[in-house]
């Protein structure tokens, strides 16, 4: 694994790359830093916040915790982003995440909060707006970066609410359409942040995103800085 860090822009983003040579690699790093920091906030605060991603690298992550350890009494489990599909479309985010693991750990029900963008973009993310309000600050959000840089459902050219913790998107690029997501105001209000970035087609997102353009991705700025995870993206020399 290697690493590199930047500071990047006005009101910079604090970014530090961890490039890794196997897929089995990141997957494995990815669970070991989400274990680490649930342990932390238990210990902490007697409960661990964390918003998962959608996508192909999470789900990969998310197959290994299902076979993990951990004190799943205490995990609260939000998303940063979900489409406005019936609750059991196969496309839908939380669907994937119950799949592959968390109907098959202990979890209490009641700490599993999907958003219901089932309800339809504006009433959907009126209703995860409430649900995140007492939430505070989330120990570690996961995120992705699409080719065009977005990440949850913050698109380029997209006008993005920051007023509220979640908004609804109409329009998107990607089908569907319609999609509910967390502000990123509010994705930044976290104790710990890391992007899974894998395949060779975010080469041109990334290096964007290490020479100051600035793509959604960008938008993401807690005060500890994010940490980004790569694997099959080449990291070039930063710019100045």
Known sequence: MQNSSQVTGKNPQISRWHMFETQDAINRAARDRILAAANEA????????????????????YELLRHAEA??????????DDRCLPADHVERNSLMARQVWLDHVTIPANQIHDIPAELGPVEGAKAYAETLKDVGDFDLVLLGLGEDGHTASLFPDHVWDDSVDAFPVFNSPKPPAERVSISARR?????????????AGKQE???????????????IKPQTGIDVYVFGVRLAAQAA
């Open 71 to 80: 004190d799943w009494s205490k995990w609260h489990v939000y998303h940063n």
């Open 205 to 219: 997102a990334v290096d964007n995103w290490r020479n100051g353009v600035a793509i959604p991705a960008t938008a």
């Open 187 to 199: 994705l930044s209000q976290a104790r710990e942040v890391i992007f899974l970035v894998t395949g």
């Open 42 to 61: 238990i210990a902490a605060r007697g409960r661990f916040n964390i918003v998962l991603a959608g996508g192909t690298t999470p789900k990969q992550v």
